[in-house]
Protein backbone atom coordinates (compact mmCIF):
# COMPACT_ATOMS: atom_id res chain seq x y z
CA UNK A 1 0.00 0.00 0.00
CA UNK A 2 1.33 3.33 -1.12
CA UNK A 3 1.51 5.79 1.94
CA UNK A 4 2.63 9.26 2.18
CA UNK A 5 2.74 10.87 5.56
CA UNK A 6 3.55 14.55 6.19
CA UNK A 7 5.06 16.30 9.17
CA UNK A 8 6.28 19.54 10.40
CA UNK A 9 3.07 21.91 10.45
CA UNK A 10 2.40 24.44 12.87
CA UNK A 11 2.46 27.93 13.96
CA UNK A 12 5.05 30.51 12.60
CA UNK A 13 5.26 34.27 12.62
CA UNK A 14 5.30 36.39 9.27
CA UNK A 15 9.12 35.63 8.62
CA UNK A 16 9.27 32.79 10.18
CA UNK A 17 10.68 29.44 8.79
CA UNK A 18 9.64 25.48 9.13
CA UNK A 19 11.13 22.39 7.43
CA UNK A 20 8.01 20.02 6.17
CA UNK A 21 9.41 16.19 5.79
CA UNK A 22 7.14 13.43 3.79
CA UNK A 23 8.15 10.24 4.39
CA UNK A 24 6.76 7.44 1.78
CA UNK A 25 6.41 3.60 1.92
CA UNK A 26 4.54 1.15 -0.38
CA UNK A 27 6.40 2.08 -3.31
CA UNK A 28 9.89 2.52 -4.99
CA UNK A 29 11.12 6.10 -3.76
CA UNK A 30 13.99 7.05 -5.89
CA UNK A 31 11.93 5.91 -8.94
CA UNK A 32 9.49 8.53 -8.80
CA UNK A 33 9.73 12.23 -9.08
CA UNK A 34 7.68 13.66 -6.03
CA UNK A 35 5.49 16.92 -5.46
CA UNK A 36 4.24 19.89 -2.90
CA UNK A 37 0.65 21.25 -3.29
CA UNK A 38 -0.89 23.36 -1.17
CA UNK A 39 -4.56 24.23 -0.57
CA UNK A 40 -5.58 27.99 1.19
CA UNK A 41 -8.67 28.25 2.58
CA UNK A 42 -11.30 28.97 0.40
CA UNK A 43 -9.18 28.01 -2.25
CA UNK A 44 -8.28 25.29 -4.91
CA UNK A 45 -4.95 23.24 -4.77
CA UNK A 46 -1.75 25.12 -5.85
CA UNK A 47 1.05 23.04 -6.60
CA UNK A 48 4.23 24.58 -5.60
CA UNK A 49 7.10 21.76 -6.45
CA UNK A 50 8.69 19.16 -8.17
CA UNK A 51 11.50 17.03 -7.27
CA UNK A 52 12.95 14.68 -10.05
CA UNK A 53 13.51 11.11 -8.75
CA UNK A 54 17.35 11.82 -8.27
CA UNK A 55 16.91 15.02 -7.16
CA UNK A 56 18.81 16.53 -9.73
CA UNK A 57 16.21 18.42 -11.31
CA UNK A 58 13.70 20.91 -9.29
CA UNK A 59 10.79 23.54 -10.36
CA UNK A 60 8.81 25.99 -8.18
CA UNK A 61 5.63 28.34 -8.73
CA UNK A 62 6.39 31.85 -9.18
CA UNK A 63 4.72 32.26 -5.72
CA UNK A 64 7.31 29.98 -3.99
CA UNK A 65 10.52 29.91 -5.81
CA UNK A 66 13.42 31.85 -4.08
CA UNK A 67 11.58 31.24 -0.73
CA UNK A 68 10.75 27.42 -0.76
CA UNK A 69 13.29 24.73 -1.35
CA UNK A 70 12.22 20.86 -2.04
CA UNK A 71 14.91 17.95 -1.45
CA UNK A 72 14.86 14.55 -0.72
CA UNK A 73 16.49 11.55 0.89
CA UNK A 74 16.24 8.95 -1.22
CA UNK A 75 18.22 6.46 1.23
CA UNK A 76 15.09 7.85 4.22
CA UNK A 77 12.34 7.11 1.81
CA UNK A 78 12.06 11.03 2.74
CA UNK A 79 10.80 14.79 0.65
CA UNK A 80 11.33 17.72 2.54
CA UNK A 81 10.11 21.24 1.95
CA UNK A 82 11.95 24.17 3.54
CA UNK A 83 10.17 27.13 3.85
CA UNK A 84 11.72 30.61 4.42
CA UNK A 85 10.28 34.27 5.10
CA UNK A 86 6.57 32.61 5.80
CA UNK A 87 3.60 35.59 5.09
CA UNK A 88 0.26 35.21 5.95
CA UNK A 89 -0.13 34.40 1.65
CA UNK A 90 1.32 30.74 2.78
CA UNK A 91 -1.26 29.43 5.14
CA UNK A 92 -2.68 26.23 4.35
CA UNK A 93 -2.71 22.79 4.28
CA UNK A 94 0.48 21.19 2.92
CA UNK A 95 0.23 18.27 0.70
CA UNK A 96 3.27 15.86 -0.72
CA UNK A 97 1.95 13.81 -3.88
CA UNK A 98 3.46 11.27 -5.86
CA UNK A 99 4.73 12.48 -9.57
CA UNK A 100 5.21 15.74 -11.49
CA UNK A 101 1.39 16.73 -12.15
CA UNK A 102 -0.75 15.64 -9.20
CA UNK A 103 -3.28 18.68 -9.84
CA UNK A 104 -5.35 17.56 -13.10
CA UNK A 105 -7.89 20.19 -13.81
CA UNK A 106 -8.04 21.02 -10.29
CA UNK A 107 -8.84 17.70 -8.47
CA UNK A 108 -6.24 14.84 -6.95
CA UNK A 109 -4.44 12.36 -8.70
CA UNK A 110 -2.40 9.61 -7.88
CA UNK A 111 -1.04 9.23 -4.58
CA UNK A 112 -1.17 11.68 -1.91
CA UNK A 113 -0.85 12.49 2.03
CA UNK A 114 -3.13 13.93 4.25
CA UNK A 115 -1.61 16.95 4.79
CA UNK A 116 -0.04 19.33 7.19
CA UNK A 117 -1.35 22.58 8.66
CA UNK A 118 0.76 25.71 7.92
CA UNK A 119 -0.45 29.01 9.76
CA UNK A 120 1.42 32.34 9.99
CA UNK A 121 0.49 34.52 12.32
CA UNK A 122 1.73 37.13 14.79
Known amino acids: EVQLVESGGGVVQPGGSLRLSCEAS????????MSWVRQAPGKGLEWLSY????????DYADSVRGRFTVSRDNAKNTLYLQMTNLTTEDIGVYYC???????????????WGQGTQVTVSA
Open 97 to 111: ARNRSPVVAGKKVGA
Open 26 to 33: GFTFDSRA
Open 51 to 58: ISNGGLST
